[in-house]
Nanobody, 119 residues
């Protein structure tokens, strides 16, 4: 089993910044190595949406709504992924969840961390 723990959420004014962190732990072997890590978010009454992904090779991808404002980064050795969020907007308010995609197709989710942006 793999456990993911997010941290770094909070309340911030529009235009502010937050940095989210996600730590992966548990039984991660060469057989179920992490291929990619991602951040998703889910606002009340809305579907979960992909925010950003980073592969084990360092390739990144972003939702159009966050391009130029958010930066995803990772540390393979520490099994950590980060999301630097700048120029935050009220519409960024959501629970932000960490996700890992493993060799063999397994996926794991964290519990999420709340990000609230006030106008």
């Amino acid at each position: 089993q793999v456990q993911l723990v997010e941290s770094g959420g909070g309340l911030v004014q529009a235009g502010g910044s937050l940095r989210l962190s996600c730590a992966a732990s548990g039984i991660i072997t060469s057989g179920n190595g992490i291929n990619a890590m991602a951040w998703y978010r889910q606002a009340p009454g809305k579907q979960r949406e992909l925010v950003a992904t980073i592969t084990s090779g360092g390739s990144t991808n972003y939702a159009d709504s966050v391009k130029g404002r958010f930066t995803i980064s990772g540390d393979n050795a520490k099994k950590m992924v980060y999301l630097q969020m700048n120029s935050l907007k009220p519409e960024d308010t959501a629970v932000h969840l960490c996700n890992t995609i493993h060799q063999g197709g397994s996926r794991y989710w964290g519990q999420g961390t709340q990000v609230t942006v006030s106008s």
